[in-house]
């Protein structure tokens, strides 16, 4: 078992490594250039060269900052964004348990706190307010996306992602939940802080947001979590409505695709308003997918009476 998270946390991090490099390079294709392509062939070494700069490099911190936290919040969100891989299901069927939807939830909901400690740790006002902006559009999100899932959940009746892989054998359950895939996706990317929500990250009025302050190994640490978060999401689209095929090399074709698309549409969509951000939360996402639930909710009620 210590094995397999140990070769999981590999793989993860050299897929957030590559994942990097394929962003650089889709963006410079995008913007009619060349991406990296000095350090090996065709740049296929920049990430393991992008590491080794950004851990070398002087360690700076705020003279008034509050160390301890400081230095622990980046260490924590990479923590939690690769404890959030446990509850993938494997041939090893380690950590496979009948609740890794409810994990997930959990840890997820978690980072939120990192995000917030690091905006305020820094003790800049930079900091504070990326931290405040970025904490309000997870929570928004969070909640469009738990009731998106409840309704997965209520036509699937189990928490355990197996599950989504056996219903899914014969027809993708996207077919059955097209509306609310949809609003899956672009929760997903509000959630994951990235374009055309990337609120932390508004250059014009708050510098680099709760991270401005970061430099060297703790800016590596935060970044790495950030992709790493990116493909658990795709991960997560997969299972719930585009196959689960988990054992099958379909499924990381699927993965690829899903990642890119996180790429594309940073290179194609402008940055949202926020308070069009919060309008889109509250106000569309939150009444359109409550809607959902209970007409599938309805849908399961009747369905088990037919049954009957």
């Not at 913007?31 to 740049?43: D, S």
């Not at 892989?165 to 996207?174: E, P, V």
């Not at 190994?217 to 950030?226: H, V, W």
């Not at 658990?232 to 689209?237: A, E, T, Y």
Request: net charge neutral; glycine share 6%.
């Amino acid at each position: 078992m210590g094995l397999s998270c140990l070769i999981l946390i590999i793989c993860v991090l050299v897929g957030v490594a590559f994942l990097t490099l394929l962003e650089r390079k889709v963006l410079g294709y995008i913007q009619i250039r060349k991406g990296p392509n000095k350090v090996g062939v065709m740049g296929i070494l920049q990430p393991f060269s992008d590491a080794i700069k950004l851990f070398s490099k002087e360690i700076t911190y705020p003279l008034m900052s509050n160390m301890n936290l400081y230095y622990l919040s980046p260490i924590f969100n990479l923590f939690l964004a690769l404890i959030l891989w446990l509850c993938m299901p494997f041939f090893s069927i380690f950590l496979n348990f009948n609740m890794g939807f409810l994990f997930m939830l959990c840890v997820s909901s978690l980072s939120v706190y990192t995000i917030m400690i690091s905006g305020w740790a820094s003790n800049s006002n930079y900091s504070m307010l990326g931290g405040m902006r970025a904490i309000a559009q997870t929570i928004s999100y969070e909640v469009s996306l738990i009731l998106v899932l409840l309704s997965f959940l209520v036509m699937v009746l189990s928490f355990s992602m197996i599950d989504f892989l056996k219903i899914q054998t014969f027809i993708w359950l996207i077919f059955l939940f097209l509306p609310l895939s949809l609003v899956w996706v672009v929760s997903s990317l509000a959630e994951t802080n990235r374009t055309p929500f990337d609120f932390a990250e508004g250059e014009s009025e708050l510098v680099s947001g709760f991270n401005v302050e970061y430099s060297s190994g703790g800016f590596a640490l935060i970044f790495l979590a950030e992709y790493s978060n990116i493909l658990f999401m795709s991960m997560l689209c997969i299972i719930l409505f585009l196959g689960c095929d988990i054992y099958s090399w379909m499924f990381f074709i699927k993965l690829t695709f899903l990642s890119f698309f996180w790429i594309w549409v940073r290179g194609t969509l402008p940055r949202f308003r926020y308070d069009k951000l919060m309008y889109l939360a509250w106000k569309s996402f939150l009444p359109f997918s409550l809607n959902f639930l209970f007409f599938y909710f309805g849908l399961k009620m009747l369905s088990m009476v037919v049954l009957l």
